[in-house]
Protein backbone atom coordinates (compact mmCIF):
# COMPACT_ATOMS: atom_id res chain seq x y z
CA UNK A 1 0.00 0.00 0.00
CA UNK A 2 1.27 3.74 -0.28
CA UNK A 3 1.07 6.49 1.78
CA UNK A 4 -2.74 7.44 1.76
CA UNK A 5 -3.35 9.77 -0.45
CA UNK A 6 -4.04 13.72 1.11
CA UNK A 7 -5.19 16.50 -1.10
CA UNK A 8 -1.66 17.10 -3.01
CA UNK A 9 -1.81 15.06 -5.59
CA UNK A 10 -3.10 11.74 -7.28
CA UNK A 11 -3.09 10.48 -11.11
CA UNK A 12 -5.44 8.64 -12.68
CA UNK A 13 -5.25 6.36 -15.75
CA UNK A 14 -7.58 7.81 -18.21
CA UNK A 15 -8.30 7.38 -22.02
CA UNK A 16 -4.54 5.67 -22.24
CA UNK A 17 -2.59 7.98 -20.43
CA UNK A 18 -1.75 9.51 -16.89
CA UNK A 19 -3.57 12.15 -15.85
CA UNK A 20 -2.28 14.24 -12.83
CA UNK A 21 -4.91 15.77 -10.45
CA UNK A 22 -3.96 18.43 -8.61
CA UNK A 23 -4.79 20.09 -5.66
CA UNK A 24 -7.78 18.30 -5.36
CA UNK A 25 -10.05 17.64 -2.37
CA UNK A 26 -9.89 13.70 -2.23
CA UNK A 27 -13.35 13.10 -1.78
CA UNK A 28 -14.13 14.50 -5.41
CA UNK A 29 -16.31 12.05 -7.51
CA UNK A 30 -14.98 10.79 -10.71
CA UNK A 31 -17.13 12.73 -12.97
CA UNK A 32 -16.61 16.01 -11.03
CA UNK A 33 -12.90 15.41 -11.97
CA UNK A 34 -13.53 14.40 -15.55
CA UNK A 35 -15.39 16.97 -16.16
CA UNK A 36 -13.78 20.21 -13.86
CA UNK A 37 -10.15 19.44 -13.68
CA UNK A 38 -9.07 17.00 -16.97
CA UNK A 39 -11.25 18.65 -18.94
CA UNK A 40 -13.21 15.98 -20.05
CA UNK A 41 -16.77 16.59 -20.28
CA UNK A 42 -18.35 14.20 -22.05
CA UNK A 43 -19.37 12.92 -18.93
CA UNK A 44 -22.70 14.32 -18.16
CA UNK A 45 -24.07 15.07 -14.35
CA UNK A 46 -27.59 14.91 -13.96
CA UNK A 47 -29.08 12.93 -10.86
CA UNK A 48 -25.12 13.01 -8.58
CA UNK A 49 -26.86 9.56 -7.30
CA UNK A 50 -26.34 6.68 -9.87
CA UNK A 51 -29.95 6.68 -11.32
CA UNK A 52 -29.52 8.61 -14.84
CA UNK A 53 -26.16 6.69 -16.29
CA UNK A 54 -25.57 9.99 -17.99
CA UNK A 55 -22.29 9.94 -16.63
CA UNK A 56 -21.08 6.28 -17.22
CA UNK A 57 -17.93 5.53 -17.94
CA UNK A 58 -15.66 1.82 -17.99
CA UNK A 59 -13.32 1.35 -15.13
CA UNK A 60 -11.51 -1.98 -15.60
CA UNK A 61 -14.07 -3.70 -17.91
CA UNK A 62 -17.22 -2.78 -16.29
CA UNK A 63 -19.78 0.22 -17.06
CA UNK A 64 -20.22 2.48 -13.59
CA UNK A 65 -21.88 5.50 -12.83
CA UNK A 66 -18.60 8.18 -12.53
CA UNK A 67 -20.55 9.85 -9.95
CA UNK A 68 -20.49 7.34 -7.46
CA UNK A 69 -16.91 6.54 -7.73
CA UNK A 70 -14.29 8.56 -5.30
CA UNK A 71 -11.71 9.61 -7.83
CA UNK A 72 -8.65 9.39 -5.80
CA UNK A 73 -10.10 5.41 -5.42
CA UNK A 74 -9.80 5.20 -9.19
CA UNK A 75 -5.75 5.40 -8.95
CA UNK A 76 -4.35 2.63 -10.56
CA UNK A 77 -7.97 1.46 -12.91
CA UNK A 78 -7.92 1.80 -16.18
CA UNK A 79 -10.79 3.99 -16.78
CA UNK A 80 -12.01 4.99 -20.53
CA UNK A 81 -14.32 8.06 -21.09
CA UNK A 82 -17.02 8.80 -24.44
CA UNK A 83 -13.98 10.41 -25.49
CA UNK A 84 -11.60 7.35 -25.04
CA UNK A 85 -13.54 5.04 -26.85
CA UNK A 86 -12.37 5.46 -30.56
CA UNK A 87 -8.78 4.80 -29.31
CA UNK A 88 -9.77 2.19 -27.09
CA UNK A 89 -11.72 0.09 -29.95
CA UNK A 90 -8.55 0.10 -32.98
CA UNK A 91 -9.84 -3.66 -33.73
CA UNK A 92 -13.69 -2.91 -34.04
CA UNK A 93 -15.52 -2.36 -37.22
CA UNK A 94 -15.78 1.24 -38.10
CA UNK A 95 -17.52 2.20 -41.14
CA UNK A 96 -15.26 4.48 -43.67
CA UNK A 97 -17.87 7.47 -42.45
CA UNK A 98 -16.86 6.96 -38.73
CA UNK A 99 -13.29 6.86 -39.47
CA UNK A 100 -13.22 10.25 -41.13
CA UNK A 101 -15.84 12.03 -38.49
CA UNK A 102 -13.75 10.45 -35.56
CA UNK A 103 -16.25 9.15 -34.51
CA UNK A 104 -17.15 5.07 -33.45
CA UNK A 105 -19.72 2.77 -35.10
CA UNK A 106 -22.04 2.90 -32.34
CA UNK A 107 -21.70 6.81 -32.45
CA UNK A 108 -22.53 6.82 -36.29
CA UNK A 109 -25.19 4.22 -35.86
CA UNK A 110 -26.80 6.76 -33.11
CA UNK A 111 -26.56 9.56 -35.70
CA UNK A 112 -27.78 8.12 -38.62
CA UNK A 113 -30.95 5.76 -36.40
CA UNK A 114 -31.51 9.71 -34.87
CA UNK A 115 -31.02 8.17 -31.67
CA UNK A 116 -30.46 11.77 -30.24
CA UNK A 117 -32.70 14.55 -29.42
CA UNK A 118 -31.95 16.68 -26.43
CA UNK A 119 -28.18 14.79 -26.36
CA UNK A 120 -28.11 14.90 -22.83
CA UNK A 121 -28.14 11.10 -22.09
CA UNK A 122 -25.84 10.05 -25.17
CA UNK A 123 -22.21 9.96 -23.73
CA UNK A 124 -23.71 7.43 -21.34
CA UNK A 125 -25.51 5.44 -23.37
CA UNK A 126 -23.00 5.28 -26.06
CA UNK A 127 -20.42 3.67 -23.32
CA UNK A 128 -23.14 1.41 -21.87
CA UNK A 129 -23.79 0.08 -25.73
CA UNK A 130 -20.21 -0.20 -26.16
CA UNK A 131 -19.72 -2.18 -23.07
CA UNK A 132 -22.87 -4.36 -24.08
CA UNK A 133 -21.78 -5.21 -27.78
CA UNK A 134 -17.64 -5.73 -26.51
CA UNK A 135 -18.96 -8.27 -23.99
CA UNK A 136 -22.09 -9.34 -26.38
CA UNK A 137 -22.02 -8.83 -30.07
CA UNK A 138 -25.63 -10.62 -30.68
CA UNK A 139 -27.74 -9.37 -27.33
CA UNK A 140 -31.26 -10.50 -27.77
CA UNK A 141 -33.70 -7.60 -26.92
CA UNK A 142 -34.44 -8.36 -24.00
CA UNK A 143 -30.17 -8.00 -23.27
CA UNK A 144 -30.37 -4.91 -24.57
CA UNK A 145 -32.95 -2.96 -22.51
CA UNK A 146 -31.82 -4.61 -19.54
CA UNK A 147 -28.06 -3.29 -20.58
CA UNK A 148 -29.41 -0.03 -20.75
CA UNK A 149 -31.83 -0.22 -17.82
CA UNK A 150 -29.57 1.97 -16.17
CA UNK A 151 -29.35 5.01 -18.40
CA UNK A 152 -32.46 6.75 -18.62
CA UNK A 153 -33.44 9.36 -21.84
CA UNK A 154 -36.91 11.33 -21.36
CA UNK A 155 -36.73 12.25 -25.39
CA UNK A 156 -36.61 9.48 -27.49
CA UNK A 157 -38.60 6.50 -26.00
CA UNK A 158 -36.03 4.48 -26.90
CA UNK A 159 -37.32 3.32 -29.90
CA UNK A 160 -34.70 4.70 -31.89
CA UNK A 161 -31.86 3.31 -29.52
CA UNK A 162 -32.77 0.25 -29.83
CA UNK A 163 -33.08 1.06 -33.69
CA UNK A 164 -29.24 1.96 -33.54
CA UNK A 165 -27.80 -0.81 -31.48
CA UNK A 166 -29.69 -2.99 -34.05
CA UNK A 167 -27.70 -1.34 -36.88
CA UNK A 168 -24.29 -1.60 -35.20
CA UNK A 169 -24.75 -5.52 -34.55
CA UNK A 170 -25.71 -6.21 -38.30
CA UNK A 171 -22.93 -3.63 -39.61
CA UNK A 172 -20.21 -6.05 -36.84
CA UNK A 173 -21.65 -9.37 -37.94
CA UNK A 174 -21.56 -8.29 -41.87
CA UNK A 175 -17.90 -7.02 -41.11
CA UNK A 176 -17.07 -9.98 -38.73
CA UNK B 1 -8.71 14.20 4.81
CA UNK B 2 -6.98 11.28 3.58
CA UNK B 3 -7.80 8.47 1.18
CA UNK B 4 -5.56 5.14 2.35
CA UNK B 5 -6.16 2.30 -0.79
CA UNK B 6 -5.38 -1.10 1.22
CA UNK B 7 -4.25 -4.02 -1.40
CA UNK B 8 -5.00 -6.70 1.43
CA UNK B 9 -7.22 -7.21 4.59
CA UNK B 10 -3.65 -6.80 6.96
CA UNK B 11 -3.16 -3.13 5.34
CA UNK B 12 -6.75 -2.66 5.82
CA UNK B 13 -6.52 -3.17 9.37
CA UNK B 14 -3.19 -1.18 9.65
CA UNK B 15 -5.06 1.58 8.02
CA UNK B 16 -7.94 1.66 10.24
CA UNK B 17 -5.44 1.08 13.38
CA UNK B 18 -4.07 4.50 12.02
CA UNK B 19 -6.82 6.43 11.20
CA UNK B 20 -9.86 5.00 13.56
CA UNK B 21 -12.19 7.90 12.89
CA UNK B 22 -11.96 6.58 8.90
CA UNK B 23 -15.00 5.05 6.89
CA UNK B 24 -14.69 2.11 5.06
CA UNK B 25 -16.03 2.43 1.45
CA UNK B 26 -16.80 -0.25 -0.57
CA UNK B 27 -18.79 0.04 -4.34
CA UNK B 28 -19.35 3.39 -3.16
CA UNK B 29 -23.27 3.43 -4.11
CA UNK B 30 -24.13 4.70 -1.23
CA UNK B 31 -21.73 6.77 0.23
CA UNK B 32 -21.05 8.80 -2.76
CA UNK B 33 -24.60 9.98 -3.00
CA UNK B 34 -23.94 11.29 0.67
CA UNK B 35 -20.74 12.88 0.03
CA UNK B 36 -22.21 14.26 -3.28
CA UNK B 37 -25.06 16.37 -1.70
CA UNK B 38 -22.99 17.06 1.55
CA UNK B 39 -24.86 14.74 4.09
CA UNK B 40 -21.14 13.34 4.61
CA UNK B 41 -17.73 15.30 5.18
CA UNK B 42 -15.60 12.02 6.03
CA UNK B 43 -12.47 13.20 7.72
CA UNK B 44 -10.71 10.20 6.41
CA UNK B 45 -11.41 7.32 4.03
CA UNK B 46 -10.34 3.47 3.50
CA UNK B 47 -10.88 1.84 -0.06
CA UNK B 48 -11.73 -1.42 0.00
CA UNK B 49 -11.97 -1.98 -3.79
CA UNK B 50 -8.37 -3.16 -4.20
CA UNK B 51 -8.26 -5.68 -1.86
CA UNK B 52 -8.36 -8.66 -3.73
CA UNK B 53 -8.86 -11.07 -1.15
CA UNK B 54 -12.33 -9.47 -0.09
CA UNK B 55 -13.20 -9.99 -3.88
CA UNK B 56 -13.50 -13.59 -3.95
CA UNK B 57 -16.33 -16.64 -2.68
CA UNK B 58 -15.04 -20.45 -1.69
CA UNK B 59 -17.31 -23.46 -1.75
CA UNK B 60 -16.65 -24.88 1.87
CA UNK B 61 -16.76 -28.27 2.78
CA UNK B 62 -19.30 -28.31 5.17
CA UNK B 63 -21.76 -27.48 2.44
CA UNK B 64 -21.49 -23.86 2.76
CA UNK B 65 -20.70 -21.22 1.13
CA UNK B 66 -18.26 -18.07 1.84
CA UNK B 67 -18.79 -14.94 -0.47
CA UNK B 68 -16.58 -11.83 0.52
CA UNK B 69 -17.51 -8.86 1.31
CA UNK B 70 -15.89 -7.47 -2.19
CA UNK B 71 -17.85 -9.53 -4.42
CA UNK B 72 -19.85 -7.52 -6.91
CA UNK B 73 -23.66 -8.04 -7.48
CA UNK B 74 -23.00 -8.60 -11.15
CA UNK B 75 -20.93 -11.62 -10.42
CA UNK B 76 -23.71 -13.16 -8.11
CA UNK B 77 -26.73 -12.61 -10.53
CA UNK B 78 -25.07 -14.95 -12.93
CA UNK B 79 -22.84 -18.24 -13.35
CA UNK B 80 -21.90 -20.93 -10.44
CA UNK B 81 -23.01 -18.64 -7.74
CA UNK B 82 -26.46 -18.25 -9.56
CA UNK B 83 -26.70 -22.09 -8.91
CA UNK B 84 -25.68 -22.42 -5.65
CA UNK B 85 -27.55 -19.89 -4.14
CA UNK B 86 -30.46 -19.01 -6.53
CA UNK B 87 -32.37 -16.49 -4.16
CA UNK B 88 -28.94 -13.99 -4.04
CA UNK B 89 -28.89 -14.06 -7.35
CA UNK B 90 -32.62 -12.92 -8.13
CA UNK B 91 -32.22 -10.64 -5.31
CA UNK B 92 -28.75 -9.01 -7.26
CA UNK B 93 -30.38 -8.76 -10.45
CA UNK B 94 -32.67 -6.02 -8.73
CA UNK B 95 -30.44 -3.72 -7.66
CA UNK B 96 -30.24 -0.31 -9.23
CA UNK B 97 -28.76 -0.61 -12.47
CA UNK B 98 -26.16 -2.79 -14.61
CA UNK B 99 -23.75 -0.07 -13.37
CA UNK B 100 -24.51 -0.02 -9.81
CA UNK B 101 -24.28 -3.72 -10.04
CA UNK B 102 -20.90 -3.49 -11.01
CA UNK B 103 -19.79 -1.43 -7.75
CA UNK B 104 -22.41 -2.78 -5.27
CA UNK B 105 -21.59 -5.02 -3.20
CA UNK B 106 -22.95 -7.63 -0.22
CA UNK B 107 -20.49 -5.77 2.00
CA UNK B 108 -21.09 -2.73 1.46
CA UNK B 109 -25.04 -3.68 2.08
CA UNK B 110 -23.86 -5.11 5.09
CA UNK B 111 -22.29 -2.05 6.29
CA UNK B 112 -25.08 0.41 5.34
CA UNK B 113 -27.82 -2.07 6.85
CA UNK B 114 -30.37 -0.19 5.28
CA UNK B 115 -33.77 -2.05 5.97
CA UNK B 116 -34.27 -1.62 2.46
CA UNK B 117 -30.91 -3.39 1.46
CA UNK B 118 -31.47 -6.15 -1.55
CA UNK B 119 -29.31 -8.51 -0.42
CA UNK B 120 -30.16 -8.85 3.42
CA UNK B 121 -33.58 -10.56 3.19
CA UNK B 122 -32.04 -13.57 1.58
CA UNK B 123 -29.12 -13.62 4.32
CA UNK B 124 -31.96 -13.43 7.06
CA UNK B 125 -33.68 -16.37 5.07
CA UNK B 126 -30.29 -18.59 5.28
CA UNK B 127 -29.71 -17.61 8.62
CA UNK B 128 -25.85 -16.21 7.52
CA UNK B 129 -22.93 -15.60 9.12
CA UNK B 130 -21.04 -12.64 9.06
CA UNK B 131 -17.62 -12.49 9.38
CA UNK B 132 -15.66 -9.45 11.06
CA UNK B 133 -12.08 -8.76 11.70
CA UNK B 134 -10.08 -6.54 13.65
CA UNK B 135 -6.51 -6.18 13.86
CA UNK B 136 -6.34 -8.76 16.93
CA UNK B 137 -9.40 -10.54 16.44
CA UNK B 138 -11.68 -12.22 13.81
CA UNK B 139 -15.40 -12.83 15.21
CA UNK B 140 -18.64 -14.26 13.46
CA UNK B 141 -21.89 -13.12 14.22
CA UNK B 142 -25.51 -14.55 12.97
CA UNK B 143 -26.95 -11.93 10.62
CA UNK B 144 -30.12 -11.81 12.94
CA UNK B 145 -27.44 -10.04 15.81
CA UNK B 146 -25.39 -8.28 13.34
CA UNK B 147 -28.43 -5.97 12.12
CA UNK B 148 -30.05 -4.07 15.28
CA UNK B 149 -31.55 -1.24 13.52
CA UNK B 150 -32.64 1.05 10.72
CA UNK B 151 -28.70 1.55 9.30
CA UNK B 152 -27.19 0.50 12.48
CA UNK B 153 -25.41 -3.01 13.18
CA UNK B 154 -22.74 -4.72 15.53
CA UNK B 155 -19.50 -3.55 13.54
CA UNK B 156 -17.21 -2.37 16.07
CA UNK B 157 -15.38 0.63 14.89
CA UNK B 158 -11.80 -1.46 14.40
CA UNK B 159 -13.27 -3.91 12.52
CA UNK B 160 -14.00 -4.32 8.69
CA UNK B 161 -16.74 -7.02 7.34
CA UNK B 162 -15.05 -9.38 5.34
CA UNK B 163 -17.57 -11.56 3.81
CA UNK B 164 -20.48 -14.14 4.81
CA UNK B 165 -21.21 -17.41 4.90
CA UNK B 166 -24.61 -18.82 3.72
CA UNK B 167 -25.80 -22.35 3.30
CA UNK B 168 -26.31 -24.12 0.28
CA UNK B 169 -29.62 -25.57 0.69
CA UNK B 170 -31.91 -28.22 -0.95
CA UNK B 171 -34.84 -26.57 -1.88
CA UNK B 172 -36.63 -23.71 -3.32
CA UNK B 173 -35.49 -19.97 -3.19
CA UNK B 174 -36.71 -17.07 -4.63
CA UNK B 175 -36.80 -13.23 -3.97
CA UNK B 176 -39.28 -10.62 -5.17
CA UNK B 177 -39.64 -6.87 -4.37
CA UNK B 178 -42.39 -4.32 -5.45
CA UNK B 179 -40.69 -1.06 -6.98
CA UNK B 180 -42.74 1.97 -8.54
CA UNK B 181 -40.52 0.63 -12.04
CA UNK B 182 -38.84 -2.34 -13.10
CA UNK B 183 -35.59 -0.99 -13.12
CA UNK B 184 -33.51 1.33 -11.15
CA UNK B 185 -34.95 0.86 -7.73
CA UNK B 186 -35.46 1.22 -4.47
CA UNK B 187 -38.02 -1.62 -2.44
CA UNK B 188 -40.71 -0.46 -1.10
CA UNK B 189 -41.39 -4.21 -0.04
CA UNK B 190 -39.16 -7.03 -0.57
CA UNK B 191 -39.32 -10.41 0.54
CA UNK B 192 -36.86 -13.93 0.23
CA UNK B 193 -38.27 -17.64 0.54
CA UNK B 194 -36.21 -20.57 0.89
CA UNK B 195 -37.18 -24.18 1.76
CA UNK B 196 -34.53 -26.64 2.65
CA UNK B 197 -35.92 -30.61 2.19
CA UNK B 198 -33.73 -32.49 4.62
CA UNK B 199 -34.84 -30.26 7.46
CA UNK B 200 -38.17 -29.42 6.49
CA UNK B 201 -38.11 -26.04 7.00
CA UNK B 202 -39.42 -23.07 5.30
CA UNK B 203 -38.09 -19.77 5.66
CA UNK B 204 -39.51 -16.15 4.66
CA UNK B 205 -37.49 -12.71 5.18
CA UNK B 206 -39.05 -9.49 4.50
CA UNK B 207 -37.13 -5.82 3.41
CA UNK B 208 -38.08 -2.64 3.63
CA UNK B 209 -41.09 -3.29 6.06
CA UNK B 210 -39.37 -2.49 9.58
CA UNK B 211 -36.50 -1.33 10.89
CA UNK B 212 -34.83 -4.46 10.64
CA UNK B 213 -35.31 -7.56 8.19
CA UNK B 214 -38.22 -9.40 9.85
CA UNK B 215 -38.42 -13.20 9.48
CA UNK B 216 -41.98 -14.46 9.80
CA UNK B 217 -41.28 -17.13 12.25
CA UNK B 218 -45.30 -18.17 12.58
CA UNK B 219 -45.57 -17.91 9.24
CA UNK B 220 -42.80 -20.35 9.15
CA UNK B 221 -43.89 -22.68 11.40
CA UNK B 222 -47.67 -22.64 10.00
CA UNK B 223 -47.15 -23.07 6.69
CA UNK B 224 -44.57 -26.27 7.72
CA UNK B 225 -47.34 -27.76 9.51
CA UNK B 226 -49.81 -27.10 6.14
CA UNK B 227 -47.37 -29.23 3.59
CA UNK B 228 -44.99 -31.55 3.59
CA UNK B 229 -41.78 -29.57 2.90
CA UNK B 230 -39.34 -32.44 2.00
CA UNK B 231 -42.01 -33.57 -0.96
CA UNK B 232 -42.37 -31.19 -4.18
CA UNK B 233 -46.08 -31.69 -3.89
CA UNK B 234 -48.37 -28.28 -5.12
CA UNK B 235 -49.52 -25.81 -2.75
CA UNK B 236 -53.20 -25.57 -2.51
CA UNK B 237 -54.14 -21.40 -3.38
CA UNK B 238 -56.16 -20.98 -0.49
CA UNK B 239 -53.00 -22.23 2.20
CA UNK B 240 -51.06 -19.66 -0.68
CA UNK B 241 -52.94 -16.77 0.44
CA UNK B 242 -53.43 -17.50 3.97
CA UNK B 243 -49.69 -17.80 3.75
CA UNK B 244 -49.61 -14.39 2.91
CA UNK B 245 -51.93 -13.49 4.98
CA UNK B 246 -49.99 -14.13 8.19
CA UNK B 247 -46.69 -12.86 6.62
CA UNK B 248 -48.46 -9.64 5.84
CA UNK B 249 -49.70 -9.88 10.09
CA UNK B 250 -45.85 -10.06 10.64
CA UNK B 251 -44.36 -7.18 8.99
CA UNK B 252 -43.44 -3.59 10.50
CA UNK B 253 -43.89 -0.96 8.23
CA UNK B 254 -44.07 2.90 8.63
CA UNK B 255 -45.34 5.54 6.42
CA UNK B 256 -42.50 7.40 4.69
CA UNK B 257 -41.54 9.01 1.41
CA UNK B 258 -41.26 5.62 -0.69
CA UNK B 259 -44.79 4.34 0.29
CA UNK B 260 -47.73 4.23 3.26
CA UNK B 261 -47.39 1.36 5.90
CA UNK B 262 -50.80 0.32 4.32
CA UNK B 263 -49.41 -0.24 1.03
CA UNK B 264 -46.21 -1.87 2.40
CA UNK B 265 -48.10 -4.21 4.42
CA UNK B 266 -50.55 -5.78 1.69
CA UNK B 267 -47.75 -5.62 -1.00
CA UNK B 268 -45.45 -7.79 1.64
CA UNK B 269 -48.28 -10.21 1.87
CA UNK B 270 -49.02 -10.73 -1.87
CA UNK B 271 -44.77 -11.52 -2.24
CA UNK B 272 -45.55 -13.74 0.01
CA UNK B 273 -48.11 -15.47 -1.71
CA UNK B 274 -46.22 -15.27 -4.90
CA UNK B 275 -42.86 -16.92 -3.97
CA UNK B 276 -44.79 -19.70 -2.24
CA UNK B 277 -46.88 -20.43 -5.42
CA UNK B 278 -43.87 -20.48 -7.76
CA UNK B 279 -42.02 -22.93 -5.38
CA UNK B 280 -45.02 -24.97 -5.68
CA UNK B 281 -45.11 -25.07 -9.56
CA UNK B 282 -41.35 -25.35 -9.52
Redesign the interface.
Known sequence: ??E????EMYTLHINGQDRPVRDA???E?LLYVLRERLDLPGAKGAC????C?SC?VLMDG????S????A??A??SNIVTVEGLIEQNPTMAVTAQAITSQVTDVQQAFIEEGSVQCGFCTPGLIV?VHHLLDKNPDPTELEVK??I????CRCTGYGRIFAAVEAVVQVRKANS | ????????IR?AL??LS??PDARL?Q???DM??E???NHL??H??I?L??VQELRTWTKNADNTLTIGSGV?Y?EMETGELKQLVPALAEAARTV?????R??GTLGGNLGTCSPAGDGLPVLFALDAIVHLQSADASRKLSIHDFMVGVKRNARNANEIITGVTVPLLDGWQGYAKVGVR???VISVASACLAIDKPTRSVRIALGAVGPTIIRCRDAEVWLSEQIDISASTAIDAAVAKEFGRRVALESKPIDDHRSTAEYRRHAVGVLAQRLITRASSS
Open positions: MNPLGNWVGSEQGEGTDAVCCLVMATVGAESSGNI | MTVAIPLSEDANTIGGTMVINFKPNMARRPQGSPQIAANAM
